[in-house]
């Protein structure tokens, strides 16, 4: 079909590439009371995400090889949980109290646009993405794990049924994280809850999990890049978190957004979120097309980025609230 | 046709294996191309394929399964291997429902399980642990393992099963039919030589096992491709054969028993109409097969003749059907024994 | 079409009879699928005498598949497989006959909502190729009852037709019996209705089927003295009115099967061969079979009595 004189272009997949850096670098990931608990809460946490943030660069530089890495930096601000204040009065809270501590935020993002980005469904995209870890002994008959929304880093214990007529229950059995070295760290993650309507709320680990893949310049919706940045028209911000774009570029001459790797400073609270980001992303297939375009560009670079897009992501956890 | 993933960082594959469940899609009338990529949005940021040339044709975006146990062999080594299954569904003309499972086996793997995301990362490749026999598991896939054995026809059902539970199903087929089952395995070829099909094989009532040899490097998902439509294809014959085996015609003997509430309409009309109205228009052997292997169907063309004997299924239901539209008088005379 | 074959109580005949419609069905060319849905005692692989096709197929019964540990009952080409002589030589222009048993060695299991998915799946898949699906159910107010009735009411089958058949002996505590199980509460109608079925449509859906049902004007009986004769004549007129008072009257009642000791004991397919050269079985019985299975999809026996 390749020297096909005739061609129809929807019957034909195609996928776009994005621009990338070497490392997206997260400044934080801060929640509405993080906010709440003043600009004292802010400063204290640049000032300790400052010393990591220059390892991470000299890490990045010495990875690239000597030639100056692109890294680009970035912020999450959840407005998916709660709603507080307005962008207006907080980015420019945040803003300074960066400046203070010596780093510069290029690009800012809320969290919302990793459920939703304009009218995509991001997160359920994600999710229909899931392909579960089989437990040895799977031959093709588990079920998906879009049935239940809970993820799973092993095998669960069998649920207690009731048993046929006459026949013995089942015993009780411990789950088994499937990689386990000897002992299990078995982990199950809640992908999302919903209410009594059906709506559902995403997890904030498996939002967590769509900001990684991001940052990755992994996401696609039929072959267009996702979460690419809108420039900041300069001026203030708007009084409402829904008109401010889902992810704005704050620093004009900043390196792309997506980058091959991410790293994180976060407060250790964050240790569990990640935990299950990173079983949630160690069963997430992403777009092929994108991951070969970046496999290619990086191994052209002469920084190959590992197979596995967990892999790809690296964290600085900070002693802190 | 979808490239395959990071087809790089694998080694070539020796074995290529799947298995395709073909029905008819329950519903009164076709579904249009439209209604028809509704059915098969299986994930929300990929989309459907869609082709009116040469006839209507739909494709799903592949999906995958993880498996981990042995792979079926016919010596009896057990080698355990690890990966995933790719599937897809199709609909021809709004009217045929195809779900296709496949994947490939390189000649070797790691004596031990790796993280998860190394598999995610090469869609539809199964990585045996140690040297994989390929012959035996090849044979081994074609007569079905035992119990605990990878069955990739199940990751073929079990898409089924998820579209057959969509909605926009009225479960109202205009004809009884069965749905079958195609196995494939595709070896390496000998060096230099191109694609051949070594063997077509009716097997039981529903199965059919396809044994291919195909050139290094070949496409898996361009066999599957190829397998989907001699199964398309083989579906057709056996059903429209299935259709005209069932009905008694002429005026002779009568059946054992009259079927019940039978006697008002002639059952010729009302058996053979169906296929007139959704199975005669769909026959278009090789529609979207890749190039290089197309020419696997005159292995099929020349013995036994899939579309000589479709040929003669078609002519035989519109003799029947104009012979019914002679006036009743003249239709019974029938030469004397 | 979909046969829902029930009874309030054991003893019915209620397995045997349903498998002989189903073979009757399939003899005028239909496509007919037996499925076996009596989870307490699955045991249609014995009316059909396919004893060594289920070996081996112990976990593979539609208590596994119901259950969800594997993804497709297995399914027995009762033609094929039968080990019965007679059955084994399918006879020309007859139509499919297929057994989907249960596990051997299953048991009442309660069900759930994803049994219930699986159980529209299945029935469903069987819509799509067959003609008639015989389903047997478990005796009594069961799971077996429960599930069926949710599944034929759930939106999937909407399209679906479906009829029921409520097999009772003919004696008064089976009438009252089996009115009870369609009528009273908790029955099939209330029950139905519960789970969203529209009542008109069940009540007009449920025939009666009676079974072992002596027959005074039978010769098997003519030897009898002038008082047993009246006295049978007596009690037949009572269990009717009975049956009238308790709504399943005649004109509910689809057929009758005769009192007859082949359906009792051996409990397996009536053959022409068993009426006309061995002559073991009943004339009447044969033909008693041929018609309820002619009027299962007869519209003058159906509809609102």
């Not at chain 3, 097999?167 to 009438?175: A, L």
């Amino acid at each position: 079909m390749t020297e096909a004189v005739f061609r129809e272009t929807t019957a034909e997949p195609r996928t776009q590439s994005v621009p990338l850096s070497h490392l997206s670098l997260e400044l934080g990931h801060l929640y509405m009371e993080d906010f709440e608990a003043g600009p004292r809460r802010l400063r204290e946490h640049f000032a300790q995400v400052g010393p990591w943030v220059a390892a991470a660069r000299a890490a990045a530089e010495a990875r690239a090889g000597g030639r100056r890495p692109r890294i680009s930096t970035c912020f999450l601000i959840d407005d998916y949980f709660t709603r507080f204040s307005s962008p207006a009065e907080l980015v420019p809270l945040l803003l300074a109290e960066a400046d203070r501590a010596g780093l510069e935020i290029d690009y800012l993002a809320r969290e919302s646009g990793c459920a939703v980005t304009g009218t995509v469904p991001v997160a359920q995209a994600v999710a229909a993405r899931i392909v579960e870890s089989p437990p040895p002994g799977s031959y093709g008959n588990r079920p998906p794990a879009a049935q239940t929304g809970w993820l799973a880093n092993g095998e669960r214990s069998p649920v207690a049924r009731a048993p046929q007529a006459m026949k013995p229950a089942a015993a009780w059995q411990p789950p088994q994280e499937t990689a386990a070295r000897r002992h299990s760290v078995f982990l199950d993650v809640e992908l999302w809850s919903e209410d009594a309507d059906g709506r559902r709320t995403w997890s904030c680990p498996f939002l967590a999990a769509v900001w990684q893949l991001a940052r990755l310049g992994l996401l696609r919706a039929e072959g267009e890049p996702l979460f690419t940045p809108d420039p900041h028209p300069g001026g203030d911000f708007p009084d409402d978190w829904d008109e401010l774009p889902s992810l704005v570029r704050l620093n004009a001459r900043a390196d792309p957004f997506a980058a091959y790797r991410t790293c994180s400073v976060l407060p250790n609270r964050f240790l569990p979120v990640e935990h299950a980001v990173r079983v949630v992303l160690d069963q997430t297939e992403v777009d092929t097309a994108a991951l070969r375009q970046i496999a290619e560009r990086s191994a052209h670079e002469g920084v190959p980025v590992p197979d596995s897009v967990a892999d790809r992501v690296s964290y600085v956890f900070y002693a802190g609230p | 046709m979808a490239g395959p993933g990071v087809e790089e960082s694998a080694p070539s594959a020796v074995l290529a294996c799947g298995e395709i469940r073909t029905c008819l899609l329950p519903t009164r009338q076709a579904l249009d191309i439209r209604a028809a990529a509704q059915l098969l949005g299986l994930r929300a940021d990929e989309r459907v394929l869609l082709s009116e040339r040469p006839n209507l044709y739909a494709r799903s975006p592949d999906t995958l399964t993880g498996v981990d146990c042995p792979l079926p062999s016919a010596n009896g080594a057990r080698v355990r291997a690890v990966g995933t299954v790719a599937a897809r569904a199709a609909l021809t003309e709004g009217r045929v429902l195809q779900t296709s499972a496949y994947f490939r086996l390189p000649a070797t793997g790691p004596d031990q399980r790796r993280p998860w995301g190394h598999y995610l990362v090469r869609p539809g490749v199964l990585e045996p642990f140690g040297k994989l026999p390929h012959e035996a598991v090849a044979q081994g896939v074609l007569d079905g393992g035992r119990p605990g054995d990878l069955d990739v026809g199940l990751i073929a059902d079990g898409l089924l099963t998820r579209l057959l539970r969509h909605p926009l199903l009225d479960h109202c087929p205009p004809l009884r039919s069965r749905p079958t089952r195609l196995r494939w395995a595709a070896l390496p070829a000998h060096p230099g030589d191109g694609p051949t099909l070594e063997r077509f094989t009716l097997a039981e009532d529903e199965l059919r096992t396809v044994r291919l040899r195909v050139p290094e490097g070949t496409d898996s998902a361009e066999i599957a491709g190829l397998c989907d439509d001699l199964a398309l294809h083989d579906w057709l014959l056996t059903t429209v054969v299935r259709m005209l085996d069932g009905i008694a015609l002429g005026s002779g003997a009568p059946p054992a028993r009259t079927r019940p509430g039978a006697e008002d309409r002639p059952a010729v009309l009302t058996t053979l109409r169906p296929a007139v109205d959704h199975l005669l228009h769909l026959w278009m052997p090789r529609a979207r097969v890749a190039a290089a292997l197309a020419p696997l169907w005159e292995a099929l063309e020349e013995r036994p003749g899939f579309t000589r004997q479709w040929r003669t299924l078609v002519q035989r239901i519109r003799d029947q059907l104009a012979l019914h539209a002679v006036p009743a008088l003249y239709r019974e005379v029938e030469p004397a024994p | 079409m979909l046969v829902f074959a029930a009874s309030d109580k054991g003893g019915t005949g209620r397995s045997v009879t349903s498998a002989n419609l189903a073979y009757q069905r399939a003899l005028t060319g239909d496509h007919v699928a037996y499925v076996d849905f009596d989870f307490g005692s699955p045991t249609a692989a014995a009316v059909f005498d396919v004893p060594s096709a289920m070996r081996g197929a112990e976990e593979r019964g539609l208590h596994s598949y119901l259950e969800g540990e594997i993804a497709e009952p297995v399914r027995i080409d009762v033609w094929r497989q039968t080990e019965h002589p007679l059955l084994r030589a399918r006879p020309n222009q007859s139509g499919r006959l297929v057994l989907l048993p249960g596990d051997a060695g299953g048991g009442e299991f309660a069900t759930g909502e994803e049994a219930l998915e699986r159980c529209i799946d299945l029935l469903l898949r069987l819509n799509g190729e067959f003609d008639l699906i015989v389903v047997d159910l478990s005796a009594g107010r069961s799971y077996a009852v429960d599930m069926v009735l949710a599944a034929t009411a759930h939106p999937r089958m909407r399209n679906v037709p479906f009829r029921w058949l409520v097999f009772h002996r003919w004696t008064r505590q089976h009438v009252i019996a089996a009115a009870g199980l369609v009528h009273k509460a908790h029955g099939i109608i209330k029950g139905g209705v519960e789970r969203g079925h529209d009542e008109d449509a069940l009540r007009a859906a449920i025939r009666f089927v009676r079974a072992a049902v002596p027959d005074p004007e039978s010769p098997v009986w003519a030897q009898g003295s002038p008082a047993q004769a009246a006295w049978m004549q007596a009690c037949d007129e009572t269990l009717r009115r009975l049956a009238a008072e308790q709504r399943i009257g005649d004109s509910v009642v689809l057929g009758i099967v005769p009192l007859e000791p082949i359906l009792q004991w051996r409990e397996q397919l009536i053959t022409e061969e068993d009426v006309l050269s061995t002559q073991i079985a009943n004339k009447e019985t044969l033909e008693a079979l041929e018609e309820i299975a002619r009027r299962l999809t007869d519209d003058s026996y159906w509809g609102r009595p």
